[in-house]
Nanobody, 117 residues
């Protein structure tokens, strides 16, 4: 089973930036549509950004213009560049497959993002 490991989270002030990484144990980003999800305390997990195999992207409305999803197939890694972070972006961020593919890839430990002054 392919393992996904998220990293790059941390504590940042409002307006700051972070880049999250999702590294896979196999080459998957050229064959499967993948995405970044987040779960805030007391909230359901939600899709934040998605990336298809053709390079098409999806963004949750509240992060459009601030977040950018990309991948580097040579490194088996997907990224989420997050700029102008706001307190409402505070959550645990996970990567997994899009749609039904999330059942195949499951959920890792995630990476914590805290936006606070």
């Amino acid at each position: 089973q392919v393992q996904l490991v998220e990293s790059g989270g941390g504590l940042v002030q409002p307006g700051g930036s972070l880049r999250l990484s999702c590294t896979a144990s196999a080459s998957i980003f050229s064959s499967d549509a993948m995405g970044w999800y987040r779960q805030a305390p007391g909230q359901q997990r939600e899709l934040v950004a998605g990336l298809t195999t053709t390079g098409s992207t999806y963004y949750k409305e509240s992060v459009k213009g601030r977040f950018t999803v990309s991948s580097d197939d040579t490194k088996n890694t997907m990224y989420l560049q997050m700029n102008n972070l706001q307190p409402e972006d505070t959550a645990v961020y996970y990567c997994s497959g899009l749609g039904q593919l999330a059942l195949r890839y499951g959920w890792g430990q995630g990476t914590h993002v805290t936006v606070s002054s």
